[in-house]
């Protein structure tokens, strides 16, 4: 039987984006995000987080920060809803690379592993990128344009055409739950 998901970004969409955080101590997740993973797990979803971690590639944070980084965002979520973590830890320029985000590859990876109906799943992120990964993988998406978002204050062409490409548009992870649920619900019924 096909499970059902959710992928999140998780800078700017779950905690505070810190470029290259590679420091646990520096984590801020929002004050929502543990209510929605909540709910959306009481409603049957598996969540997932997948991460373009491109300080990696870099050399500016190793594979170990960035882990240690996810167990602080748990930690500070109170709970284990996140089933696993995809990263893919390339550089923009690296033309190896072919798991980072906006191709749907660890999505699609996720799926296969899990047994997920990407049709039936979601993405949510603050980016084209995650909006883009989401599409292509077959997932509804949401676009999270949080106000503690680094690029809140700064609506540009990228954030116009994701909110173009999006199929709903959220200001807080409450309003992405609430629409992802509403919709799940509507879906289950036709």
């Known amino acids: 039987m096909s499970r059902r998901a959710v992928f999140f970004d998780r800078d700017d969409t779950l905690m505070v ?22 709910e959306l797990a009481r409603a049957g979803f598996l969540i997932f987080v997948v991460s373009n971690q491109s300080g990696v590639g870099r050399g500016l944070i190793t594979r ?3 882990a240690s ?21 390339a550089t923009p320029d690296d033309p190896y690379a072919t798991d980072r985000k906006p191709s749907p590859e660890l999505v699609l990876s996720a799926a296969k592993q899990h047994g997920l109906d990407l049709a039936k ?29 680094s690029r809140a204050s700064d609506v540009n ?12 548009v959220a200001k807080e992870l409450s309003d992405a739950t609430g629409w992802i649920l509403k919709d799940a619900g509507r879906a289950a019924s036709t």
């Not at 590679?22 to 909540?38: S, T």
């Not at 748990?74 to 995809?86: N, S």
């Open 64 to 66: 170990e920060q960035v």
């Open 121 to 149: 799943s979601y993405f949510v992120g603050d980016r084209l990128s995650d909006i883009e990964c989401g599409l292509a993988a077959g997932c509804r998406t949401v676009l999270l344009m949080h106000p503690k978002s």
């Open 17 to 38: 984006n810190i470029p290259y955080l590679g420091d646990p101590a520096k984590v801020e997740v929002y004050a929502e995000a543990a209510v929605a993973l909540a």
């Open 69 to 89: 980084v996810n167990v602080e965002l748990v930690r500070q979520l109170g709970h284990d809803h996140i089933h696993t973590f995809y990263s893919s830890y």
């Open 157 to 168: 062409d990228e954030d116009r055409e994701s909110m173009r490409k999006a199929h709903f």
